[in-house]
C-alpha cells in the first residue's frame, strides 16, 4: 500500500525551507512514475487556490509549460531574482519528467510574495539539446516542437506581432490571428503566417528550408532576394550563400516533420545528409570516408532503434563498414567527449 504524500515536504521543498532528509524524500518520490497522477493533482489543487487570489498577476502562464524528451528546455533573461532562479533550478533537477507549471513553482516558492515574475523577464528562450526534441506553447497558444540541437527565443507577452526568434530546427501550429500577424525570425530568412502548419530548418551555417503543411506563409530572405508565398504540400530551401531558391511539392507522406512523432525519415537522401542528421539525433560525431563519387542514397524508416542497430541495417544495405569509437573522458574538465562513428565506404 502506498504512504499518503507528505504535502508539507513538497511545499517545503520548493520554498527553500527543505531539510537534506526532505530532499531525499522529493527526489525518490517524483522519480516515481507511479506517483506522477498523485503530484499532479497536487500541485494543480495548490495552483487553483494561488490562482483565484485577487492579487495574482493577471498574465497568463499557460506557455510555461514545457514537455522535454531529454533534458528541460533553459529560461533566459535579465534581472530574475536570486529566488526564482533557484527554484527554476529545484524545478528542472527533479520533474523533467511531469508538465508541470513553472506558475505554481512561482506560487509555492515565493511564499506570499506578490511580485510578478514575468515582469522581470525580458526573453524567454529553449533549448533542445543534442539527442532531444521538446513540445513547447507559446503565450498566444501556439504549440510546437523543437528539434534535437535548436533555440527557440520569444518575449513573456506577445505586443502588436509574435515575433519568435529560431535557430535550429522545429515545427509549428500557429493559432490563426488576423490582427497580428505571426514571424518566425531565423539567421538568414524572416518567415510571415497568420495561422498555419509549417516546420522550418534554420541551423546556423546551412540552408533554410521551409515545409508548409496547412495555410499560407511568406517567406522574407534577408538582403536582396524578392518575397516568397507558399502553399501548402510545398517545400521552398533557400541558399542564403549562392541566392538559390529551389521548389518542389511534397507527395506522399511527409519526411520533414516525422521527427516530432519520433520517426527518423530518409527517402532518397544522400550519405552526406545521413550523416548530418544521425550526428544530431543520436547526439554523436558520425563521418563518412571513401564516399567521393560514390552517388549512395538511403530509403528508410527508423522508429526507437538505437544506433548500432541503425548502423547495422545500413551495412546490410549499403556496401559500408564502420567503427564506433566510446566517449572519452578529459581529465582536465571533468567531461565526455562524444561518441564517434566512421562509416568507410568500401
Known amino acids: 500500500m502506498k504512504m499518503k504524500l507528505d504535502e508539507k515536504r513538497i511545499l517545503d521543498y520548493f520554498s527553500g525551507e527543505d531539510t537534506p532528509k526532505d530532499r531525499k524524500y522529493i527526489e525518490s518520490l517524483f522519480a516515481d512514475a507511479e506517483r506522477e497522477e498523485e503530484l499532479k493533482e497536487l500541485l494543480a489543487r495548490h495552483w487553483e487556490a494561488f490562482s483565484q487570489d485577487d492579487n495574482f498577476p493577471d ?25 526564482f532562479r533557484k527554484i527554476w533550478m529545484a524545478y528542472a533537477r527533479v520533474a523533467a519528467m511531469l508538465l508541470l507549471p513553472l506558475g505554481l513553482l512561482y506560487l509555492v516558492c515565493i511564499n506570499g510574495q506578490k511580485e510578478n515574475v514575468l515582469d522581470q523577464v525580458s526573453s524567454i528562450r529553449i533549448n533542445a539539446p543534442l539527442g532531444s526534441k521538446l513540445q513547447f506553447t507559446l503565450p498566444d497558444g501556439s504549440t510546437g516542437w523543437l528539434n534535437s540541437g ?43 503566417v497568420l495561422g498555419t502548419k509549417f516546420n522550418v530548418v534554420a541551423y546556423k551555417g546551412e540552408k533554410t528550408d521551409v515545409v508548409l503543411e496547412s495555410g499560407k506563409v511568406l517567406l522574407k530572405p534577408k538582403g536582396d532576394q524578392q518575397q ?30 516525422s521527427w516530432k512523432d519520433g520517426k527518423l525519415v530518409f527517402r532518397n537522401d544522400s ?12 547526439n554523436i560525431d558520425v563521418t563518412i570516408e571513401n564516399h567521393t563519387g560514390k552517388d549512395l542514397r538511403l ?19 549499403f556496401p559500408i563498414d564502420y567503427h564506433i569509437e566510446d566517449r572519452k573522458k578529459d581529465e582536465g574538465h571533468f567531461q565526455f567527449s562524444k561518441r564517434k562513428v566512421k562509416i568507410t565506404v568500401r
Open 59 to 83: 498574465k497568463s502562464l499557460g506557455h510555461l509549460f514545457q514537455r522535454p524528451i531529454g533534458k528541460p528546455g533553459c529560461l533566459g533573461g535579465k534581472n530574475i531574482s536570486d529566488v
Open 150 to 192: 535548436s533555440t527557440l527565443t520569444y518575449p513573456p507577452q506577445f505586443g502588436d506581432t509574435r515575433d519568435v526568434y529560431l535557430v535550429g530546427e522545429a515545427w509549428f501550429d500557429v493559432k490563426k490571428n488576423k490582427h497580428r500577424p505571426f514571424n518566425v525570425v531565423t539567421p538568414d530568412v524572416d518567415i510571415s
Open 228 to 257: 516568397l508565398s507558399m502553399e501548402p504540400s510545398e517545400r521552398v530551401v533557400i541558399d542564403s550563400k549562392t541566392n538559390r531558391v529551389s521548389r518542389s511539392n511534397i507527395v506522399g507522406d511527409n519526411k520533414f516533420s
Open 271 to 282: 550519405m552526406e545528409e545521413v550523416a548530418k542528421r544521425l550526428s544530431r539525433w543520436y
Open 299 to 317: 530509403r528508410a524508416v527508423f522508429v526507437d532503434e538505437d544506433i548500432e542497430e541503425v548502423l547495422r541495417l545500413l551495412k546490410m544495405s
